[in-house]
């Protein structure tokens, strides 16, 4: 199972790769920006795909919509310190499958990530 990481701050996104490979059920790929993350999409049809509400270059709304449509089947999930319920809901009515304020609902991020691989590993049986 593959997971892409897509996070531009270099300390938060080693502290979240460290922590979701602790899980031993995913590869992680570690993606800065929308355009290296594309290049992730396209080669290796990653199952799950995490991505920061704040990226800075083509936008996180595109990044989702373009991951939905590569690879349709992949557990979206949208990470953020921004956590009002209003911009969640917009998260998640773009096509995310969950969305984590990474402020305080780490547990929950590793929870989806743990049945996210579960769930895969099932289907692939």
């Given at each position: 199972m593959r997971l892409l990481l897509i996070e531009p701050s270099n300390l938060l996104r080693e502290r979240l790769a460290a922590m979701l490979a602790s899980l031993g059920c995913a590869e992680i790929i570690?993606?800065?920006?929308?355009?290296?993350?594309?290049?992730?999409?396209?080669?290796?049809?990653?199952?799950?795909?995490?991505?920061?509400a704040g990226l800075p270059d083509r936008g996180a709304l595109d990044a989702l919509a373009w991951a939905r449509e590569k690879c349709p089947a992949a557990c979206l999930v949208v990470v953020s310190v921004h956590c009002a319920e209003p911009y969640r809901k917009r998260w998640l009515q773009a096509g995310a499958d969950d969305f984590f304020d990474l402020s305080a609902q780490i547990d929950g991020l590793v929870k989806r990530v743990r049945h996210c691989c579960r769930t895969q590993f099932c289907s692939a049986l």
């Open positions: 570690e993606a800065i920006s929308v355009e290296e993350a594309a290049q992730f999409i396209l080669v290796l049809r990653p199952e799950i795909v995490i991505v920061d």
